[in-house]
């Protein structure tokens, strides 16, 4: 082994995966066929989440060597990421079939099982990849796998038995994520001298940087938080408060940037949205419930889902993998919008199990509403309309690190809403009114079957929703266990962060002004 590869594996060890990317390419310039460097590399990419080139290098890996265990298992872990499911599938198969002994295939089939809505079997192939470890403190160390295990436990209605596997795996070696998500689920598991005694040890630890610091202290603070909610209000926002200015020492949002995307997109729509790229029935049975974070999307999509002909796929984020990338500059590159539809049916007919009626409950696909029109025209829209302030309120109570970037300051909360309520205006101006229903969640609480009749109707759903039959569905993201609940307006005029309130009813008004002056 020559040095310089010496150094790049030494670097992986590190994980110091952005510097190891840089040696990688440096030493392919020399040997560009070597199948260690490249299969190096491909990790490097993975590990940053830079998807596009990681599949490039394992799928050309995977030309060199079929029968790579780390080239099948990490392909078939970037496919999952970039929700090609029908790829994904393929290859986990293939792997647990070559090496049944290995576990990671394990996770990745009870990952794809998990968004097929099939948790019993999901549960299955965990409960392999258990017994192939042996050890639960070493299942421990992987927090994505103990999440998952935890967040199946909840969808089969075995709460109680969650908290207890994620407090036994937190024991182990008290990371500090795992007592956040330990807190969502039962945040009166520990008594307040206990909860003290974890805060401290965690304060006083040695960290390796200040970013881990700060993200770890993040996730602590948040999850004393919730322990406080309903035990004190003035304790419990303290937390909060100082979770969210550690969170935005980690979070990137630029508000400038989202305003030129929207900007693209609706240059982009203004100029093609005339064209005909598809059939005029594509999108057929195609449900997207979409509205700011944290506005009651969730709540929608359960009410949707009582109906046993909707299949409910969550929150994809395939529109944004699929479209993103064409308007985040200025140099914009058109999408190819008939690949874009047929990549998407694609994905929702592996997960759908021959149901009629598909839902995406992306928040965040307002952005491409008018977009998604062209590649799907017969698709509906639910958009979820929530007072401003108290859904900057709810997020702020929310561990948001990367997905939801903006939600750690009042004010990056403020200037998102602004953005938000521009492209949701333009969109309701330029599409018919048999596209898009506008529901407030204020309503939707208040009179409950009123407006979900109101949505079964705009949707062609025969009536046969079930109120009570919501309240088992599961919807893996943060209203994880507030959906199960009953329907209810606790949530309407908070009064919570009343401090922060009128700078940020200022600044949503001044961008909102921005957008009527460009």
């Known amino acids: 082994m020559n040095s310089q590869l010496s150094l790049i594996l030494n670097e992986v060890k590190k994980r110091n995966w952005s510097y190891a990317e840089s040696l990688c390419w440096g030493e392919l310039k020399k040997n560009p066929n070597d199948f260690l460097l490249n299969k190096v590399l491909a990790l490097c990419l993975l590990m940053q989440k830079k998807y596009m080139g990681a599949t490039e290098k394992y799928e050309f890996l995977l030309k060199k060597n079929e029968d790579d265990y780390d080239v ?5 872990n970037v496919y999952l990421a970039e929700e090609k499911f029908v790829e994904a599938n393929s290859l986990i198969n293939l792997c ?7 576990f990671h295939a394990y996770i990745h089939k009870a990952e794809l099982l998990f968004k097929q809505r099939n948790f019993e079997s999901a ?16 299942i421990s160390k992987n927090n ?3 999440q998952l295990y935890g967040d199946l436990l909840i969808a089969t209605d075995k709460v109680s038995e969650a908290a207890v596997f994620v407090k036994r795996n937190f024991d182990y070696h008290g990371d500090s994520f795992l007592f956040y998500y330990l807190m969502t689920i039962d945040p009166n598991i520990y008594d307040e001298a206990s909860l003290k005694e974890i805060i401290a040890n965690f304060e006083k630890e040695n960290y390796l940087s200040l970013t881990k610091k700060n993200l770890s202290l993040s996730q602590v603070y948040f999850g004393a938080a919730r322990f406080y909610e309903k035990k004190d209000k003035v304790k419990s926002e303290s937390y909060y408060i100082k979770a969210n200015e550690l969170s935005s020492l980690i979070q990137r949002y630029k508000p400038l940037e989202h305003q030129k995307i929207i900007k693209n997109i609706k240059s982009y729509y203004l100029k093609n949205h005339n064209q005909k790229f598809v059939d005029e029935n594509c999108g057929e049975g195609l449900i997207f419930v979409l509205g700011m974070p944290r506005s009651g999307t969730s709540l929608v999509e359960s009410i949707i889902a009582s109906n046993q002909d909707v299949f409910s796929g969550g929150e994809l984020i395939s529109i944004p993998l699929l479209l993103e990338k064409y308007f985040d500059n200025d140099d914009l590159t058109e999408p190819d919008i008939a690949k874009v539809s047929k990549n998407y049916i694609k994905r929702v007919e592996f997960l759908k199990n021959n149901q009629n009626y598909f839902l995406d409950k992306l928040p965040a696909n307002f952005f491409h509403i008018g977009v998604i029109s062209m590649a799907l025209p017969k698709a ?3 958009h979820i309309q ?15 690190i990367s997905n939801v970037p903006f939600a750690s300051k009042f004010f990056t909360i403020a200037c998102h809403i602004a953005n938000y309520r521009h492209i949701m205006d333009f969109w309701l101006q330029k599409l018919s009114n048999d596209k898009i229903l506008t529901v407030r969640y204020e309503d939707i609480v208040s009179e409950k079957e009123t407006y979900s009749q109101k949505i079964f109707d705009f949707l062609g759903l025969k009536n046969n929703k079930d109120l009570h039959e919501r309240e088992k569905f599961f919807s ?10 009953g329907i209810h307006g606790k949530s309407i005029k908070k ?3 009343s401090v922060f309130r009128d700078d940020f009813l200022e600044t949503l008004n001044n961008q909102r002004r921005y957008w009527e002056m460009n």
């Open 123 to 138: 549960i299955k192939n965990l409960q392999i990849v258990f017994e192939i470890i042996g050890d639960e403190s070493k």
């Open 476 to 485: 893996r993201t943060a209203s994880k266990l507030q959906v199960r609940e």
């Open 495 to 497: 009064s919570d962060f």
């Open 144 to 146: 994505d796998l103990v």
């Open 72 to 76: 099948l298992n990490n392909l078939s």
């Open 380 to 382: 509906k829209f639910i």
């Open 96 to 102: 647990i079939s070559k090496y049944p002994d290995k």
């Open 386 to 400: 929530r007072d401003p302030w108290d859904t900057a309120i709810s997020l702020f109570k929310q561990l948001y």
